[in-house]
């Protein structure tokens, strides 16, 4: 795994069953539909993969699976975020016995922390990790906005680079400034929509839940970010705002963007789209108007493509 990590690293979705078990079928053709996309990497058991409403055996599963099928063609992150610093430490070892390249790392969750206690938690836990690990900032989440301080400290720590999904492009601004000289250390946007700002003014990639439904999408946008071709930048950016105007609007929930990923990827034939308590599939009514989206939205002709690619692979499977 090289530094700092670049590109496009997917937030994936996690297939599931009927039953709440893990749709093997499914994540397969996802990874495979991922990786053909162009991906730089894959992140798993972030807020898009429902990470923290999944038991730890699916978890486990999860991890184990996606590795083998990865077979290191692109680096496997893994979110550990959690209430409990054991439950922590123990997907952080599962996940290097599995194959994963490192861990991801938000402030516990509940409880609200200070920037001091953030600081004594990775003090705490850093030096247990058994893998490379970076931040993952995500206030709307943990009730904690990570200062500049404690992302200083964390580096100091081991901390391998920062996943920003605060939405606050001033704090993202202060944080590739800080680190822009320290190639060792990975700034990666969360929020899709500063992609091309973040890799234009010195960060390094991007995760992007669309890139589950769209990879080739979110990589032509990283190229053209990475190179500075602001007229390709300008196009592919007007798409982007499109999807999120559109498809991650329908649905009357706070969560609406991560069924609609969900959604996309079951009409598209890729895997399942059943949501894990609290959150539900959408209804007939939404899924016709995703369906609608696909049909016209095509980037590249990816919709018909992939459903025909799908169904070829079930047809072997």
């Known amino acids: 795994m090289q530094l700092p990590l670049r590109g496009i690293i997917p937030p994936m979705v996690t297939p599931l069953l009927e039953n709440m078990e893990l749709d093997s079928k499914g ?3 996802l990874i495979e539909h991922l990786l053909r996309g162009g991906v730089h990497g894959i992140f798993l058991l972030g807020t898009n993969g429902e990470g923290p409403s999944l038991g730890y055996n699916i978890r486990k599963r999860l991890i184990s699976e996606v590795c083998a099928i990865v077979d ?3 680096p496997v ?5 959690d209430t409990s610093s054991e439950s922590a430490l123990e997907i952080a070892e599962h996940s290097k016995n599995a194959g994963a390249d490192a861990l991801v790392l938000a402030s516990p969750y509940y409880f609200p922390i200070s920037q001091k206690e ?8 850093a ?4 893998l490379p690990f970076l931040l993952y900032n995500i206030p709307s989440c943990t009730k904690l906005h990570l200062s500049l301080e404690t992302i200083k400290e964390a580096k100091e720590l081991g901390a391998i680079g920062i996943k920003d999904s605060s939405g606050d492009m001033g704090s993202l601004y202060t944080i590739i400034d800080e680190f822009k000289d320290q190639p060792d250390f990975s700034i990666i946007a969360g929020a899709e929509l500063f992609l091309s700002d973040t890799i234009i003014n010195g960060g390094h990639a991007a995760v992007a839940g669309g890139a589950n439904i769209y990879p080739r999408l979110f990589v032509d946008l ?19 705002l499109k999807m999120h ?7 009357n929930t706070p969560t609406k963007s991560i069924t609609a990923i969900k959604c996309a990827l079951a009409i598209m034939g890729i895997c399942s789209e059943y949501m894990v308590e609290p959150l539900h599939n959408f209804d007939a009514q939404t899924r016709k108007q995703v369906e609608t989206f696909l049909g016209d939205f095509n980037y590249g002709g990816a919709y018909h493509t992939t459903v025909q690619v799908a169904a070829n692979e079930k047809r072997k499977i």
Do not use: C, Q
């Open 27 to 29: 994540l397969e053709r």
């Open 222 to 240: 990283y190229e053209a970010s990475y190179s500075k071709d602001l007229e390709r930048v300008k196009e592919l950016r007007h798409l982007i």
């Open 245 to 251: 105007n559109t498809l991650y609007s329908f649905g």
């Open 127 to 130: 030096p247990k990790l058994p």
């Open 77 to 81: 992150l893994v979110s550990i975020s």
């Open 118 to 125: 953030m600081i004594d938690y990775l003090r705490f836990l």
């Open 72 to 74: 290191r063609r692109v």
